[in-house]
Each structure stands twice: as C-alpha cells, then as structure tokens.
C-alpha cells in the first residue's frame, strides 16, 4: 500500500509486513486448496502442517528484513526476545476452520516496541499490526497514531450507540474447554443485542470491529499472538479495548473486550451483573418453552 493511497505520514512497518503477511496468505491459500491431514496438540486443540510451515516462513522473512527484531509465535518461535522490538505472530488464526475448509481465517502480526528500562512483566507499545485474509484477500495494517486501513482505505469502528442495535462476536477455548463461563455470556449478549457470531478467527473478529463490520467482541482466554495486531486496529479505528472489568487491556490480560467505545459501557455493565450473579434469564425446560410456543400460537389464532 503507498502512502499516498492511505493519506497517512510516512509508515514504518507496514509496507515489508504487509508484504510478509502476503507471502504467508498466498502459501495458506496453497495448503487450503489441497487439503491438510490434521494433527492434535490437546484433545481438540488441532494443528497442522500449514501452521508450522508459514509461522516458519514470517520468521525467516522476518529476520531478513527486520533483522534485530524479536519474534514470538504461537507455533514456538522465541527469538531475539531481549531487544527493544517484538512481532507476536499467529501464522493461522483460525486453524480449526481451516482443517475442515471452512474459509474464515488469517496471518496476524502485531509489533510491540518495548524500552529498554522495562521489566520483563511490563507492557511496552504496540506500535503496528497487520491481518490478512487471504481468501478475501482483505488486509487491514495500523501504525500507532496513524489510523487503520483496510486494503489502503481508512477504517472506522462502527457508530451504533445501543448493544440492542449491535452485532456481537466471541470465541470459545480449545484447551479446557468444561473450565470457560462462556457459554453463559454468550447466552445473555445474544439475547440482548442483534445477535453473536462465533466465526472462528478473533484477529479477524478484532479486525471487524475495527472495520465496523461488528460492534463488539470479547474472549476469555486468548494469547498476544491472537491479539495484538487486533488491538492496535480497534483503538487506531476510533474503538476501545480492555478486560472485563474497564481496565487498560495489558498485553497478558487474557480476557479481552473490544467494542466502538460507544457500546463498551453497556457491554461492561452485563459483565459486571453476570460475575454478580445478577440480572441473568432463566432457562426455560424443554416442556415450559414447548408451553410457551403454544401460549404465543394460540394468541395469534
Ligand atoms: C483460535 C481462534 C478462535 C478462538 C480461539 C483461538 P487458533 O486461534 O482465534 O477464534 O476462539 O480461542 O485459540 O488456535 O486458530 O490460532
Ligand atoms: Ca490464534
Ligand atoms: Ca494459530
């Protein structure tokens, strides 16, 4: 993308990782179209040969063209972890859509810039992402405090102002799965907003917020490799990004909420009757909803 094309000042990093994550799309498109056997790392935690190859792949492209940068991925890249720029990259983020050729995932890399005063525990800044779908061929880049773009055009999040007006998205964990509240959450937002899409990909899900495709989403337990390109895109659209609780999203946090910042306030409020106990629908048993079906059928006549 030029910088013309995107009327911002000039990039930094964009330019060489858009190009990187280009590469590492084009060779997950390669393995999407022939199909790959599946591998698994926990008991539906899967993996496959396209994860490793391409998470292989951005690293040594990584080190050609940024070569003092650390690089820390998902498929066990620990490199140069001590210098003041780190790329957290998840080389398919939606794997288990893309071993059942289900056609929602991407490349996400996101670049924190990390002072040499700070501890190892402290957050440094996250200062570009990129995320690419490589079957939409839709890549949205940021650079901190120059906006974010899809394919060379700003983004914005979404304007809508009511979570009754608002399409929602989550995900669920693949590792201890009988551990995450989720399900109860997703119960509630559903029921309270325009609906909750669980399309499998959360960089995705984050790029759409940034986008305005989506006005919210929130995970419980997610990783930076899943998040940090994400992140930088929300905020640089004009969004929010915290826990569950309103504070400052921390790198490590885990749990994230990401919202257009319009909404995150009413989406805060349900976290917060929901840890209490509060506020929740009851579920009906199988007879009562069969009653109330009939309730509504013979009112209408
Ligand atoms: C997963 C996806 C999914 C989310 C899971 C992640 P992976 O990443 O982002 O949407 O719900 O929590 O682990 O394993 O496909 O890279
Ligand atoms: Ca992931
Ligand atoms: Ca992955």
Redesign the pocket.
């Known amino acids: 993308m030029s910088n013309a094309a995107s009327g911002t000042q000039q990039w930094v990093w964009v330019p060489k990782a858009s190009e990187i994550a280009r590469q590492a799309g084009a060779r997950l498109r390669e393995f999407f179209s022939q199909g790959v056997a599946t591998e698994y790392k926990g008991d539906v935690?899967v993996v496959t040969i396209a994860d490793r190859t391409v998470e292989k792949l951005i690293r040594t492209r990584l080190s050609e063209v940024f070569p003092e940068h650390g690089v820390y991925g998902?498929e066990g890249t620990r490199e140069r972890l001590e210098g003041e720029f780190r790329w957290y990259v998840?080389p398919?983020?939606?794997?288990?859509n893309f071993a059942h050729g289900f056609p929602q995932?991407c490349v996400s890399m996101g670049l924190e810039q990390r002072p040499a005063h700070l501890k190892p525990e402290e957050d440094g800044t996250l200062v570009a992402g990129v995320i690419y779908d490589p079957l939409r061929d839709e890549l949205f880049s940021s650079e901190k405090g120059k906006g974010a773009f899809l394919n060379g055009k700003p983004i914005r999040t979404s304007p809508i102002s009511k979570l009754a007006e608002a399409l929602l998205a989550t995900?669920?964990?693949?590792r201890k799965r009988h551990a995450s509240p989720n399900i109860h959450f997703y119960q509630e937002f559903t029921l309270r907003s325009h609906g909750v899409r669980r399309?499998?990909?959360?960089?995705l899900?984050l790029a759409y917020v940034a986008a305005g495709r989506l006005e919210g989403f929130w995970?419980f337990?997610?990783?930076p490799w899943?998040t940090a390109a994400g992140i930088l895109l929300v905020e640089e659209a004009g969004g929010r990004v915290t826990d569950f609780e309103g504070r400052r999203y921390r790198i490590d946090s885990r749990e994230i909420l990401a919202s257009n910042g319009s909404i995150h306030q009413e989406l805060l409020a349900l976290f917060a009757d929901m840890f209490a106990g509060r506020d929740l629908s009851p579920i009906p048993t199988p007879a009562e909803w069969a009653a109330q079906r009939e309730a509504e059928a013979a009112a209408k006549g």
């Open positions: 935690d998902e998840d398919l983020d939606g794997t288990t995932f995900g669920f964990p693949s399309a499998g990909s959360a960089a899900d995970e337990n997610l990783n899943d």
